[in-house]
């Protein structure tokens, strides 16, 4: 499956609608304004990333990051993290697991599945807007994505 990059994309797969809502507003602070799109569970994220069920080439631009929530419904971030890193045509994607845990057992975990970063929600907005804006100019404007 090779897919045509036309625009940056971020994938957000979080299940709470107000994380989703400062995701996005952290990043427009930051100076993005590229496509943000959103899944709310596992299995909306892997039907996303296949282009099955509601999702085609036209709703579901390729991410070219995904920023990954681990407790989410139906399908946790554990488990599709997994499925991505397992499939060779999904397993490039960089992944940034964003999530309340911060457990070393959590964190290994994710390393040991592939994850290219770990990080932490912060509880406070500005604190948010500076994490974002640290991952920004790594993640997009520094390296050199697939």
């Known amino acids: 499956m090779q897919r045509k990059i036309t625009a940056m994309t971020v994938l957000i797969a979080d299940d709470d ?6 995701l996005e507003q952290a990043m427009r602070q930051n100076g993005y304004t590229q496509s943000i799109e959103f899944v709310e569970n596992g ?11 509601r999702y085609n080439e036209q709703n579901a631009p390729w991410p070219n990051l995904l920023i990954l929530d681990l407790n989410m419904p139906r399908k946790n971030g ?12 999904l397993r490039r994607l960089p992944v ?7 457990t070393d057992e959590d964190v290994i975990k994710t390393y040991n599945l592939g994850v ?3 990080v932490t929600k912060p509880f406070n907005f500005n604190r948010l807007v500076e994490i974002i804006g ?13």
Do not use: C, H
Not at 43 to 53: F, P, T, V
Not at 78 to 89: G, H, N, R, T, V
Not at 96 to 102: A, K
């Open 17 to 22: 609608a107000d994380d989703r809502m400062f």
């Open 43 to 53: 299995e909306q994220l892997m039907e996303y990333l296949r282009q099955e069920g």
């Open 78 to 89: 554990f488990q599709a993290l997994s499925e991505i890193k397992d499939d060779p045509k």
């Open 96 to 102: 940034i697991v964003m999530t309340t845990s911060s």
């Open 116 to 118: 290219n970063s770990f």
């Open 134 to 146: 640290a991952l920004k100019t790594y993640w997009m404007d520094t390296v050199k994505l697939p």
